[in-house]
């Protein structure tokens, strides 16, 4: 009698520790939230840097998205600007031809549009190596942009004008300095943010962990892999499409290279410079490929290629793991804060 | 007793290797199956043909009397078949209770859901908890798989399988590799499972097979040499030629 009580306790005792463990991933670490006060500070911080501050928001956006794909469920990508182009076009065209006004459903019509796409193409991608991937994608893009080339409602290689955007939500109207557009377009990297990250936590986003790291066995607990991945794949199509169509909004724009392959490979670049599979990593080598962008672009206005070719050759030969093993008894300290405040938090409360 | 587990004239070719050849095996409801042969005779192509990793190129495969035959292997896992493998098929970024809760939460129909956070359902993480506390795991439940030692690496493995909570279990040499203190738990583990879960059994640890086994199927290059119960199978001469042969080339 004694003993089973007892063991019962000691039962209940690891379940409130598994819970306890399996809370604490998706709690709010206090560098996340400096990461996104800073941002929010941004605003009134650079205020003559708004125009760049746009470009780093909606690439951040397109990198995690790729992210979503890559460090989640390891589907790689050289053709990531066809998702990109293809809701920048659809952006244009619905404010162009006056199909929907209003900027903030316009985004979410492009995106719902743009996951269409991904849901369509993502059967392309589910067999194969990765190497079968990286030219099945790279084709998918080639193949939009060269239509999107030839179709006259696209413009061809002039590319979409005469594009008026309408306030949004009938209030803000976007200004030349780009205010708006850079408040605009940092909430909507905001909210996609909080849903990704929702994604990512969600028992979802852990089989996808799962059957990256093993699809033989994820299949054999009764996990549909195919379907899971045709679901991220359509999802981060959708989030590339509304990270175009930020641009097409905020530019009041769309041209051929929102489906360059050199946007393709940005992006992938981006990430490898941010680091994959944590959300930020996107974010961060958006700022950081972004900065050096034009830090070197002003140093050196005509060899800048080389000094970033140079750059991110080193960043893959020194070897990520390498930077964040430095990095991780820092982390490993923040963690250990985190814990602290938070058991200080429920303490007091 | 009702056949659980029915193989008509199995057949897998690989180019010229036939390594499947017309196997006909009937598995009882509950019943403890071995399946024993010398290195290379096929075992583990079965298995992958009973799970679906491997298409078969002749043959059905039957569950309950029900053609699974062209069936993907996810949903043989849901229909209740589940298996351990020979060589640890394991998630190594992840932790036990992650791992073996993802089988529980893809059990529950729940793996799919984005909306919620992972342990936000009561029902996954007790169970979870409860299968790793039967395989002693609860005490690394916390740390990265990668980073466990072999043998418990070894009972997530097939913690892993039982969490599907399966109605026919197939274990690929669960014991390989298994310090003999910890092969006990293992072998205790399987042993405690409810009666009607019937389990295919591979091994090559004669006394684990003869003390585990109410019948044993032999199979040599592919074909099912003989099949009886134990101690026929430990008489019979030709499988004394064929273990003695190997041990003879050994």
Redesign the interface.
């Known amino acids: 009698m004694m003993a089973a009580e007892e063991s019962g306790d000691a039962s209940r005792t690891l379940v409130a520790q598994a819970n306890a463990a399996l809370a604490a991933r998706a709690r709010w670490s206090p560098l996340e939230i400096a990461f996104w006060l800073a941002a929010a500070a941004s605003i009134f911080l650079f205020p003559t840097k708004h125009l760049i501050l746009t470009e780093i928001a909606i690439l951040g956006l397109f990198a995690l998205s790729l992210d979503l794909l890559l460090g989640y469920a390891g589907i790689v990508s050289l053709g990531h600007a066809a998702f990109f182009g293809f809701g920048a076009y659809a952006a244009g065209l619905l404010a162009k031809y006056h199909v929907v006004n209003e900027p903030v459903l316009a985004l979410l019509a492009s995106g719902i549009a743009t996951m269409l796409l991904g849901f369509v193409t993502s059967f392309l991608v589910l067999r194969g190596s990765d190497l079968t991937r990286l030219m099945v994608t790279l084709g998918v893009a080639l193949v939009l942009r060269e239509i999107a080339n030839r179709l006259e409602i696209t413009g061809g290689a002039d590319g979409l004008q005469g594009i008026v955007m309408d306030p949004i939500l009938g209030r803000f109207s976007f200004d030349i300095y780009g205010h708006v557009a850079y408040v605009y377009s940092l909430i909507m990297l905001f909210a996609l943010f909080l849903v990704a990250r929702r994604i990512v936590n969600s028992p979802f986003g852990l089989s996808l962990r799962s059957l990256k790291g093993n699809p033989l066995r994820a299949a054999a607990i009764g996990i549909h892999v195919n379907g899971r991945l045709v679901a991220i794949y359509t999802i981060a199509a959708g989030y590339a499409g509304i990270a175009g169509a930020l641009l097409t909004q905020t530019t009041q724009f769309a041209s051929l290279s929102v489906l360059d392959f050199e946007r393709s490979a940005d992006v992938l670049l981006i990430l490898i410079i941010g680091g994959t599979g944590y959300l930020y990593g996107g974010l961060i080598g958006a700022v950081l490929f972004k900065l050096m962008q034009d830090w070197l672009a002003n140093l050196t206005p005509q060899y800048w290629q080389f000094w970033i070719g140079l750059i991110l050759v080193i960043i893959v030969l020194v070897g990520r793991d390498r930077i964040t093993r430095t990095t991780d008894p820092i982390r490993a300290l923040v963690q250990r804060a985190t814990d602290r405040v938070w058991s200080g938090v429920r303490g007091s409360g | 007793m009702a056949l659980v587990l029915q193989t008509v004239d199995l057949q897998k070719r690989f180019g010229g290797i036939v390594a499947t050849n017309d196997v006909s095996l009937s598995i009882e409801k509950g019943a403890r199956h071995a399946l024993i042969g010398p290195n290379g005779a096929g075992k583990t192509t079965v298995i992958n043909l009973l799970?679906?990793?491997l298409r078969p190129t002749g043959g059905r495969i039957l569950l309950e009397g029900e053609d699974i035959t062209d069936l993907?292997?996810?949903k043989r896992?849901?229909l209740g078949i589940?298996?351990t493998?020979q060589i640890n098929?394991?998630?190594?970024?992840?932790?036990p209770?992650?791992?073996i809760?993802?089988?529980v939460?893809?059990?529950l129909g729940?793996?799919?859901?984005?909306?919620?956070?992972?342990?936000s359902k009561?029902a996954?993480?007790?169970q979870?908890?409860?299968v790793?506390?039967r395989f002693h795991l609860?005490d690394v439940?916390?740390e990265r798989t990668a980073t466990l030692p072999y043998g418990k690496q070894r009972l997530v493995e097939i913690a892993?399988?039982i969490?599907?909570r399966p109605n026919v279990l197939l274990l690929d040499e669960p014991a390989a590799g298994v310090p003999e203190a910890e092969r006990h738990d293992i072998l205790a583990a399987v042993a405690a499972l409810p009666k009607d879960v019937t389990v295919l059994l591979i091994e090559h640890d004669m006394d684990l097979v003869f003390s585990f086994a109410d019948r044993i199927s032999v199979l040599v290059n592919g074909e099912l040499f003989v099949e009886g119960a134990p101690e026929d199978v430990a008489r019979d001469p030709r499988v004394k030629a064929v273990y003695l042969g190997e041990e003879a080339d050994a």
Request: charged share 20%.
């Open positions: 799970t679906g990793v993907e292997a996810h896992v849901h589940a298996r493998f098929q394991l998630f190594p970024d992840l932790t209770l992650e791992t809760g993802l089988a939460s893809e059990r729940m793996g799919g859901q984005w909306w919620r956070l992972v342990g009561s996954v993480v007790e979870a908890v409860e790793l506390d609860a439940m916390h892993l399988a969490a599907c």
